[in-house]
């Protein structure tokens, strides 16, 4: 059994020992041990404490030697990137939960005033605010 966190998804079913990571992002075994040490990939542990590898945690590998090799950035950049990119994902995913709790609110309303509740809802373009803002006298 693998202690871990993470939610479950077939791409964090982690199924990689270090040594074949490693080879598949080609990076000597300790590089992988010194990126988990500044906290740049979590590894999953086996009952017996063993890292496991997942295929995203793969892929992060491969992009922070992108980052590194490609693009010169350094570890601290790498951090800086993925902390960034993280967030970003965070962020979107909130947005998204937003904007169907706002669709949601929208259908009640409709149904509520006695109008078809199918109706399709066009976002704003990105100048609504600035119209609004004139329309308010702002």
Do not use: F, W
């Not at 740049?40 to 009952?47: G, K, N, Q, V």
């Not at 904007?99 to 100048?127: H, I, K, N, T, W």
């Amino acid at each position: 059994m693998v202690e871990d966190d993470r939610p479950a998804d077939i791409g964090d079913e982690p199924c990689y020992i270090i040594s074949v990571a490693a080879k598949l992002v080609h990076m000597h075994p300790q590089t992988l041990r010194y990126y988990e040490r500044l906290g740049l990939i979590r590894p999953a542990r086996s009952d017996g404490k063993i890292r496991l590898y997942s295929a995203r945690d793969v892929e992060r590998l491969q992009q922070i030697h992108r980052y590194i090799d490609d693009l010169g950035v350094n570890l601290a950049g790498v951090e800086v990137i993925l902390k960034m990119t993280e967030r970003m994902a965070e962020m979107e995913r909130q947005m998204r939960e937003l904007q169907q709790e706002m669709m949601a609110e929208v259908r009640r309303l409709r149904q509520a005033l006695g109008e078809p509740v199918e109706a399709e809802v066009v976002p704003p373009g990105p100048d609504a605010v600035a119209r609004m803002d004139e329309n308010l006298g702002a």
